[in-house]
Nanobody, 116 residues
Framework: QVQLGESGGGLVQAGGSLRLSCAAS????????MAWFRQAPGKEREFVAT????????SYSDSVKSRFTISRDNVKNTVNLQMNSLKPEDTAVYYC?????????WGQGTQVTVSS
C-alpha cells in the first residue's frame, strides 16, 4: 500500500521560509518522479515543482522559480520543498505526488499560509 505523508506546513509571514517534507512508503521510491502541487481556495490544483527519480533533473513553475528548491533522498524515501521569500499568493494546500508511467499517487496535503 503506497503512502505519501506531507509535513512542515504552517503559518509564516511574507518573506519568510518553510521546508515541506514528504515521506513515501510502499513503493520503489527511486523509480518514481516526485512532484509538489498546490491548491488555493477556489482555484484548481497547480504544478509547483518536480524532480526525476535519480534527482538529477528538476523543473519549476514560473511563479516559484528561484524561490523554491525541490530535493529528494532516495535512501530515506523523502522529497523536500524548500520555500524561501514566501508571498501571500503562495498560500495553499501543498500536495506531494509520486508518478511513473502507469501509476499516480497523492498525499493528503499540508496547509501553508503566508500572512502579509
Amino acid at each position: 500500500q503506497v503512502q505519501l505523508g506531507e509535513s512542515g506546513g504552517g503559518l509564516v509571514q511574507a518573506g519568510g521560509s518553510l521546508r515541506l517534507s514528504c515521506a513515501a512508503s510502499g513503493l520503489t521510491f527511486s523509480g518514481y518522479r516526485m512532484a509538489w502541487f498546490r491548491q488555493a481556495p477556489g482555484k484548481e490544483r497547480e504544478f509547483v515543482a518536480t524532480i526525476s527519480g535519480s534527482g538529477g533533473s528538476t523543473s519549476y513553475s514560473d511563479s516559484v522559480k528561484s524561490r523554491f528548491t525541490i530535493s529528494r533522498d532516495n535512501v530515506k524515501n523523502t522529497v523536500n520543498l524548500q520555500m524561501n521569500s514566501l508571498k501571500p499568493e503562495d498560500t495553499a494546500v501543498y500536495y506531494c505526488n509520486a508518478a511513473d508511467r502507469f501509476r499516480n499517487y497523492w498525499g493528503q496535503g499540508t496547509q501553508v499560509t503566508v500572512s502579509s
